[in-house]
């Protein structure tokens, strides 16, 4: 048992120096700008479109900090938050070697990056034609929405609670800020969550 535990307490410390090591080696810096081809609203949280810090004017270069399929999270005048990815046109990312094992600095450009958002209008107009892609790619929800509209609009829930009661399934998507009322995959109502 001893030798063991010992056995797995060296591969740890094997394991912990190597991810140590690349990571040394791996040290980089990633910044990437994004221009806005319309006016946006910044939100404070992604789950509550009704939490808007600032509109950014068209043109205005922001600072993104990190993105999903929907958003994207950025700095813009000392203001950071979240806006619809669909807004911004992202320039080139630089990547620059801060530290290298070998105490080496340079700066190596890599590809554009891909229009996320473009790729994501198309899946979204080939799945519901044009009509409902422009009105999902811009996070609105309605009654009558079927839940996969729902996750496409705003993502999945944080936490579902579902009842099935005979034929009837009775479900509450509670999102940060929000909760959502689906009955048999149809969203009949919603409101702000409870704190």
């Given at each position: 048992?001893?030798k063991?535990?010992a ?5 740890l ?8 090591t690349n990571?040394?080696?791996?040290n ?9 081809t319309?006016s ?7 789950d509550?479109l ?10 205005s270069i922001?600072t ?11 700095v ?6 979240y806006i619809f ?7 080139k ?10 105490n ?6 890599t590809?554009?990056?891909?229009d996320q ?5 198309s ?7 044009t ?20 996750k496409?609009?705003w993502?999945?829930a ?5 009842i099935i ?15 959502l ?8 109502e ?6």
């Open positions: 048992m001893k063991t535990f056995i797995l307490l060296l591969a410390a094997v394991i912990s120096l190597n991810a140590q990571k040394l080696n791996t980089q810096s990633v910044t990437t700008t994004g221009k806005l319309n946006s609203r910044l939100f404070a949280s992604k509550d009704t939490s808007v810090i600032v509109i950014i004017p068209a043109d922001v993104v900090l990190d993105s999903d399929s929907t958003y994207l999270h950025v813009y005048d000392d203001n950071e938050g990815n669909r807004h911004v046109v992202l320039n990312v630089a990547v620059q070697n801060q530290q290298s094992f070998q080496q600095s340079s700066a190596q450009p590809e554009p990056v891909v958002q473009q790729s994501r209008y899946y979204l107009e080939n799945k519901y034609g009509n409902m892609a422009s009105k999902l790619i811009t996070g609105k929800i309605w009654k009558g929405m079927n839940s996969d509209m729902v496409d609009s993502g999945m944080e936490k579902i609670n579902r009661s005979g034929n009837v399934v009775k479900e509450e998507w509670i999102f940060k800020n929000t909760w009322y689906f009955e048999n995959n149809t969203l009949l919603w409101g702000p969550a409870k704190k």
